[in-house]
Nanobody, 121 residues
Framework: QVQLVESGGGLVQPGGSLRLSCVAS????????MGWYRQVPGKQRELVAA???????NYADSVKGRFTISRDNAKNTVYLQMNSLKPEDTAVYYC???????????????WGQGTQVTVSS
């Protein structure tokens, strides 16, 4: 059973920084694209950033220049460094990963349980 576990959320003042981590565990053959999404009550979950297994990154326009996604393939971990945080960044942040968990099986998308990020003075 593959699991994704996020950590690093919390309360931060505007202009501050946080670093989120997400570790994938279980029986894993390959991990492809990993990403971070966020969701606020009453709104759809939106993509924040994604990174392919080769290191190609993609960001939402609202976070470009402030957030950086990275990954450590040896540790099955994806990170999101968030700088210059704004109140509108407040949300539950979810990581996801496209994982093949059987040699002959399909690639499936797994999600973490979410971590709250609150930006407030």
């Amino acid at each position: 059973q593959v699991q994704l576990v996020e950590s690093g959320g919390g309360l931060v003042q505007p202009g501050g920084s946080l670093r989120l981590s997400c570790v994938a565990s279980g029986y894993i053959v390959s991990i492809y694209t990993m990403g971070w999404y966020r969701q606020v009550p009453g709104k759809q979950r939106e993509l924040v950033a994604a990174i392919t297994s080769g290191g190609t990154t993609n960001y939402a326009d609202s976070v470009k220049g402030r957030f950086t996604i990275s990954r450590d393939n040896a540790k099955n971990t994806v990170y999101l460094q968030m700088n210059s945080l704004k109140p509108e960044d407040t949300a539950v942040y979810y990581c996801n990963a496209d994982i093949r968990d059987r040699i002959t099986g399909p690639v499936q998308r797994y999600w973490g349980q979410g971590t709250q990020v609150t930006v407030s003075s």
